[in-house]
């Protein structure tokens, strides 16, 4: 069962942006780590972003650095990812995900979202 909830996504042309949006209400209080994953059909899952509780360390895929930011407001329990650039070969259902332990713990990515459809096409 989901624990994060996640809105955005959608149908792009290339060239064109999107957000994402995940709601980490039902963490409120822990100090967890975010981070979007993307899985395209008949791929591995990769790491796309990765931001610290505080903000300050942020981590990017070589596959869509320069082209995507994560951002997020511990007020709100909210994380973004921005988009922008975006190719056909970003197609993919998109995850945000907590990591209880620091984004540096691969393996403790241990709560997420619904996933969301992210297409890019003309």
């Known amino acids: 069962q989901a624990q994060l909830v996640q809105s955005g996504g959608g149908l792009v042309q290339p060239g064109g942006s999107l957000r994402l949006s995940c709601d980490a209400s039902?963490?409120?209080?822990?100090?967890?780590?975010m981070g979007w994953f993307r899985q395209a059909p008949g791929k591995e899952r990769e790491r796309v972003a990765a931001?610290?509780?505080?903000?300050?360390?942020?981590h990017y895929a070589d596959s869509m650095k320069d082209r995507v930011t994560i951002s997020r407001d511990n007020t709100k329990n909210m994380v973004y990812l921005e988009m922008k650039n975006l190719k056909p070969e970003d197609t993919a259902v998109y995850y945000c995900?907590?990591?209880?332990?620091?984004?540096?713990?691969?393996?403790?990515?241990?709560?997420w979202g619904q996933g969301t459809q992210v297409t890019v096409s003309s």
């Open positions: 995900a907590a990591n209880p332990s620091g984004m540096g713990y691969v393996n403790r990515w241990n709560y």
């Open positions: 039902a963490r409120a209080g822990s100090r967890d780590a």
């Open positions: 931001i610290s509780w505080s903000g300050e360390s942020t």
